[in-house]
């Protein structure tokens, strides 16, 4: 016999787990839609050909790649299959892998259907992605990710509209405790240069950006082994302490940066999105050791994290200037954020913020006999008719078997129909968790009901 199991990294989820997912999701896409994003879709795989070479060499290695249909090793270098050069053997065995984010998708949809659409372009998409990495407390190879991006400008409003959406997203999901962080990359750039680490771009943006994970020591530990000296390791600390998002700030770092490009674009691109930012609600926090690694940003970069949960960041995101180009339509620049629904759902879990949320309410109806079965369908279809969920018991079981299954099955309601009840055109309507009964009318009964959800 084959034991049942799944992969690692995935999930089956309950009905009452989906739920709480589905809410999460409906709060999501109600905030995106009032900020005038439209849904799009786009498949599970893409060609490999899309994917590789947008992540960088790390994200390459996570890409789930799928075999071609049939016989895949006839074109294979027979060479190569003996040496077991896994690596050489991949590009005419596979041509096809599973997506690794949706930003790349909507990259090659938008360039696919650039007729057809209107720029500025408002998307969400709200879909699975995967990804071959070592599963972990938070961290699991299929995933959800829900996306907006806008593509066809270069207005920093994009920026402080975001900011306000995830306010509200995380408002809406009583996380209060959240903190986005924010910088830019070209302030990154002129980091590096004030620091004479130009030459060492990536491995500056590599070491920094795990310092949440490995501390000062290990950050500066890292980059003296790539030749920093410790001068300006000293001045690389002294950027990093700065996390407050305000006017003196953007100045301090003005008069403190080296005088370059890279310089005045981000200066002058931090303060268009203080200027435009009008929710002084909006909880957020300047830091510069934020790098995201995906190599597509070149402008500001965001991600949002709930303090103390103990689980990552919940939300990235940022400006990207030319990821259209790879596919041949230049100069198009984006922005765009990217939820976690996963992450999110762990958190709001293990702060018991699920603990009063009510699905709608739902009605079992139990019956005695086959007239009173009869009795049943008809008034659950008039029930439905009015947005109401309620079932049938669809076997002809004993009404306390009826009731047990009411119980596992987690019903709010049961209404109780027999020959006394169809005689007065009423039904015996049980609380399950008051056991408080009482008598009324389909119509009574749908106001009742109605009055619940």
């Not at 050489?88 to 949809?109: C, H, N, Q």
């Not at 620091?195 to 500066?220: M, P, R, Y």
């Not at 030319?322 to 709001?348: A, E, H, N, P, Y």
């Not at 109780?416 to 408080?436: C, R, S, Y």
Request: charged share 30%; net charge negative; hydrophobic share 35%.
């Amino acid at each position: 016999m084959q034991k049942a199991s799944l992969p690692k990294g995935t999930r089956d989820f309950s009905p009452s787990v989906m739920r709480k997912r589905l809410h999460i999701l409906s709060v999501i896409r109600s905030i995106y839609e009032r900020y005038g994003f439209d849904p799009i879709e786009t498949p599970a795989m893409e060609n490999l050909s899309t994917l590789t070479g947008k992540y960088g060499d790390e994200g390459d290695q996570l890409l789930f790649k799928i075999l071609d249909s049939g016989d895949y090793l006839k074109k294979a270098d027979p060479e190569v299959l003996k040496n077991k050069e896994s690596n050489k053997l991949i590009p005419s065995i596979s041509g096809k892998g599973l997506r690794y984010d949706l930003t790349v998708p909507f990259a090659r949809f938008v360039v696919q259907n650039q007729t057809e659409i209107t720029f500025p372009f408002r998307r969400y998409q709200m879909q699975p992605v995967w990804r071959a990495d070592r599963p972990q407390k938070g961290r699991y190879r299929e995933f959800w990710q829900c996306d907006a991006d806008v593509i066809g400008t270069n207005s920093l409003l994009c920026e402080a509209d975001f900011l306000s959406i995830y306010h509200e997203v995380f408002t809406a999901l009583e996380l209060h405790g959240y903190n986005v962080r924010i910088n830019h990359r070209k302030i990154l750039e002129a980091i590096a240069k004030t620091c004479h680490f130009e030459g060492n771009f990536t491995d500056l943006t590599v070491a920094i950006d795990k310092l949440d994970k490995i501390g000062w020591e290990g950050v500066s530990k890292e980059l003296l082994s790539k030749g920093m000296n410790q001068e300006n390791l000293d001045t690389l600390r002294t950027f990093l302490s700065r996390r407050t998002f305000d006017n003196s700030t953007i100045e301090a770092l003005e008069k403190e940066l080296i005088d370059c490009d890279e310089k005045s674009t981000g200066i002058r691109e931090l303060k268009s999105v203080l200027n435009y930012n009008t929710n002084s609600d909006v909880k957020v926090s300047l830091d510069l050791s934020l790098a995201r690694g995906l190599d597509y940003y070149t402008g500001c970069i965001f991600e949002a994290v709930i303090e103390d949960s103990g689980i990552g960041s919940v939300s990235g995101g940022g400006r990207y200037d030319d990821l259209t180009g790879i596919f041949g339509l230049k100069d198009v620049s984006g922005i765009g954020i990217s939820f976690g629904l996963d992450r999110l759902f762990d958190v709001m879990t293990s702060l018991d913020i699920f603990s009063n949320d009510e699905s709608n309410s739902r009605l079992l109806f139990c019956h005695f006999d086959e007239k009173a079965f009869e009795f049943c369908v008809k008034a659950a279809a008039k029930l439905r008719q009015s947005g109401l969920t309620c079932v049938v018991y669809s076997d002809r079981k004993k009404i306390n078997k009826q009731f047990d299954y009411a119980n596992k099955a987690g019903f709010d309601w049961v209404a109780v129909v027999g020959d006394n009840e169809i005689a007065e055109g009423v039904v015996q309507l049980k609380n399950m968790k008051t056991g408080v009964q009482e008598k009324y009318s389909l119509d009574a009964l749908t106001e009742r009901l109605t009055n619940e959800t």
